[in-house]
């Protein structure tokens, strides 16, 4: 039986139209469906909408129309765009569909039934934005942290799950299974969510106050909780408890960001435990994208509209920036300028040009097609090595839903190619009448070119599909295995009319921002310039980081080449000139300063994320080291 692989994104609120955080997750999350896809397992991908509530009667009536008539006109529009981006989802769920709702009382009733529901009084601080309440300490300077806004101040008699009761069990279960929560900094943040009581969990709206929701089953008079309900949709979708297919595919990875960390980290597996459904597999946690490093959300009113986007650079470039700029669990900052830096650098020249100049050379010496019996010498085999290795790379940080990473280890192999292409220079075979070899080279190259295409469908399903069919193979990705073609570079059927050429990615215009204008100054104001504003000295993100490992630059005399834990999944390599001032063995241990949202580099063919401080002094040079017990990752501010 093949492996399955079911993935989740958040159900979005119908409160506002769909933008670039919310495409970004979605796209996120059917990349990883089709990775799993290319490795031959079978999967379920959901997303859909979460209708119920507060904040969603609020919009409706804004715009004068009754909560169905607005949810149906803004659900269409999440449901339609998926398509536009090349989203592949098997299900589009609404939490006002009706099996849904009955899902929801038939969990309810399990959950009351066994003793976890009791009726009790509350008065608390509710923030509409955020459709939940908060305790006096959540708030900020007595403002919702998230809005900005004060809360109200609500007194009510309720419904209650008795969360509390799952709180010790939740704590071990996170602790027992570290792969749960990811990335490892969202897991800490859990954990130390969970050394303070939970309490429990309102769970019930009464009808007085709000009608759009599903009614408790064991009371007429309340609705549930849009939280509660909506963390059903999870099960709801896949025909919990009885459907072939929730047996299939239960239990779930859950896609989130950072914003909806506690409904899912701690209200959903409580509630899956109480009602004795298998607790979620997984749940990955993304940052956030933010503009100008702003947040953006609906309520600031600095969205991006990723239809415009789309249009400008094509799904495909659009896709590819969002997976290969937000590294996982970091924040993002969007803008265009990246993006067309990144679509030149990578995909134009890169990649694009890679498979243009093979095709092209391939026709010219070939007329478009090569023979396969082939003998390989060492140089081949060294790149077919490098690129299983970049390959397998590549799969294990997919795997973990890394990736940007992904695509970066796949970056190393096209430019490997691309420098192999450089060193054998096949033009001056051509001119040595060296067809043999010329002929190997070529085949080579067009093997390498087929895993390179296969392993961006995940992130780029059109441009791949045009690049395989324009080798000759037309993917049946349920019928495929990547890891037998990351293991196999030997044998492979060619097309024998290989296109003349192939224009993916024609480069994009860098648009050129305007400078402010300088204006003649005062000795007062070039004095000022050398000031910087606080809000950039506060872009720069200094954490500790504990050097893990240490040795020499195998290129370069003066640069020690380090591994660095900074509380991540994985350590940094950081390339750091201080080779004259220190032996390798005594940094490790030390728990360094470190620069860490540096954009990564390489430095003499070694990549570097991030950039360890030291002290100038008049003999030398001090690494900027801390002493202690710290934890890896904390901020220095
Ligand atoms: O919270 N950057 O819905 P929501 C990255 N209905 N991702 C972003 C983002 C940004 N700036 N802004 C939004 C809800 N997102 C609930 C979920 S699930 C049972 C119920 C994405 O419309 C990201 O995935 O506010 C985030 O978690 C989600 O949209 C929140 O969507």
């Not at 397992?41 to 409706?60: N, P, W």
């Not at 040595?432 to 392993?455: E, G, M, P, S, Y």
Request: charged share 30%; net charge neutral.
């Amino acid at each position: 039986m093949k492996k399955t692989f079911y993935v989740t994104t958040p159900i979005y609120y119908v409160n506002a139209k769909p933008h670039l955080g919310h495409a970004y997750t979605t796209i996120f999350a059917d990349t990883i469906c089709r990775f799993h896809k290319l490795m031959g397992e079978e999967t379920f991908f959901l997303t859909g909408t979460d209708e119920h509530g507060d904040k969603i009667v609020q919009a409706a009536e804004s715009q004068g129309k009754s909560p169905q008539e607005y949810v149906d006109e803004i659900s269409s529009l999440f449901k339609n765009l998926w398509p536009e981006l090349d989203i592949e989802n098997d299900k589009f769920i609404r939490t006002t569909d009706p099996y849904h709702k009955e899902c929801v009382q038939r969990f309810l009733q399990i959950v009351y039934d066994k003793g976890d529901i009791y009726f009790g009084e509350y008065g608390g601080y509710y923030c509409f934005g955020c459709e939940r309440f908060y305790t006096e300490k959540e708030l900020v300077d007595g403002m919702c942290p998230d809005h900005k806004k004060p809360p109200t101040y609500i007194h009510e008699e309720n419904y209650f799950f008795r969360m509390s009761k799952y709180q010790d069990w939740l704590r071990e279960y996170i602790n027992d299974n570290p792969d749960f929560i990811q990335p490892e900094p969202y897991r800490k943040e859990v954990l130390s969510m969970l050394k303070e009581p939970i309490g429990d969990l309102c769970i019930s709206r009464p009808k007085k106050r709000l009608t759009w929701g599903i009614e408790m089953p064991f009371d007429k008079n309340f609705v549930t909780y849009v939280w509660f309900d909506a963390l059903i949709n999870y099960l709801s979708a896949i025909g919990w408890p009885d459907s072939e297919e929730f047996k299939k595919f239960w239990p779930a990875y859950h896609i989130i960001a950072k914003d909806i960390l506690k409904p899912h980290a701690i209200f959903w597996p409580t509630m899956l435990k109480s009602a004795g459904v298998e607790i979620y597999k997984g749940l990955r946690v993304h940052g956030y994208w933010k503009v100008d490093e702003t947040k953006m959300s609906k309520s600031l009113g600095n969205v991006v509209d990723p239809l415009s986007l789309k249009d400008k650079y094509g799904v495909d470039g659009f896709r590819y920036f969002l997976m290969r700029e937000m590294h996982f669990g970091h924040d993002g900052n969007f803008s265009e300028k990246n993006m067309i830096e990144r679509f030149n650098a990578d995909l134009a020249n890169d990649i694009g040009n890679l498979f243009n100049r093979t095709l092209s050379m391939i026709n010219k010496y070939f007329k478009g097609k090569l023979k396969s019996q082939i003998s390989f010498e060492d140089m081949d085999k060294e790149l077919i090595l490098l690129g299983k290795r970049s390959l397998n790379n590549y799969i294990t940080s997919f795997e973990s839903f890394n990736s940007a990473e992904g695509l970066e280890n796949l970056m190393i192999f096209v430019r490997a190619v691309n420098k192999y292409i450089d060193s054998v220079a096949p033009w001056t075979l051509f001119k040595n009448k060296d067809l043999d070899r010329l002929n190997t080279v070529l085949w080579v190259v067009l093997i390498c070119l087929r895993k390179i295409a296969l392993a961006l469908w995940p992130v780029m399903p059109s441009s791949s599909e045009k690049m395989l069919n324009a080798i000759g193979l037309a993917l049946d990705v349920k019928s495929f295995d990547f890891k037998r073609e990351v293991d196999d570079f030997s044998t492979w059927e060619i097309s024998d009319n290989l296109p003349k050429n192939l224009n993916l990615f024609p480069r994009k215009e860098v648009f050129k921002e305007e400078k402010p204008k300088k204006e003649a100054k005062s000795s007062k104001n070039e004095e000022q310039e050398s000031y910087i504003d606080f809000d950039v000295f506060q872009k720069v993100d200094l954490r500790v980081g504990k050097v893990l490992d240490a040795a020499k630059h195998p290129n370069a005399d003066k640069l020690l080449c380090l591994k660095v834990d900074l509380g991540e999944q994985k350590p940094r390599s950081v390339v750091a000139g201080i080779a004259k001032y220190y032996k390798p063995d005594e940094l490790i241990g030390k728990n360094v300063v470190m620069v860490a949202n540096l954009k990564p580099r390489k430095l003499r063919g070694e990549i570097s994320e991030g950039m360890v401080l030291a002290v100038h002094k008049k003999d030398g040079l001090q690494v900027l080291a801390i002493d202690g017990e710290i934890d890896p990752g904390s901020k220095i501010s």
